[in-house]
């Protein structure tokens, strides 16, 4: 079992920066990918970024390339999301979660989940 806690969401005003953290406890985390998902009100769970634990390579979502940015530090056994630029439409429920075997799109495979951090990002 995975445990996973994300924190640092907030309300944030169009073009600020928030960084999410993903603390993970039980397993070892470093052998698991991890990814960020997203769900605004009304609207479907999306994919937002994953990073894997074979190789460190990251995969975005083309709305948030270039703004945002996935990272894990193993020793901590934690992930972070790095938010740049943010726009109204990023306002979401954000989630963190892990998985041993993953997809190349992190749509299947992800077995543990945090409780998700609420980000609000006012125009």
């Known amino acids: 079992q995975v445990q996973l806690v994300e924190s640092g969401g907030g309300l944030v005003q169009a073009g600020g920066s928030l960084r999410l953290s993903c603390a993970a406890s039980?397993?070892?985390?470093?052998?698991?990918?991890m990814g960020w998902f997203r769900q605004a009100p009304g609207k479907e769970r999306e994919f937002v970024a994953g990073?894997?634990?074979?190789?460190?390579?990251?995969v975005y979502v083309d709305s948030v390339k270039g703004r945002f940015t996935i990272s894990r530090d193993n020793a901590k056994n934690t992930g972070y999301l790095q938010m740049n630029s943010l726009k109204p439409e990023d306002t979401a429920v954000y989630y963190c979660?892990?998985?041993?075997?993953?997809?190349?799109?992190?749509?299947?495979?992800?077995?543990?989940w945090g409780k998700g951090t609420l980000v609000t990002v006012s125009s």
């Open positions: 979660a892990a998985g041993r075997i993953v997809s190349s799109d992190y749509k299947s495979g992800m077995n543990y």
């Open positions: 039980g397993r070892t985390f470093s052998r698991y990918s």
């Open positions: 990073i894997s634990w074979t190789d460190g390579s990251a």
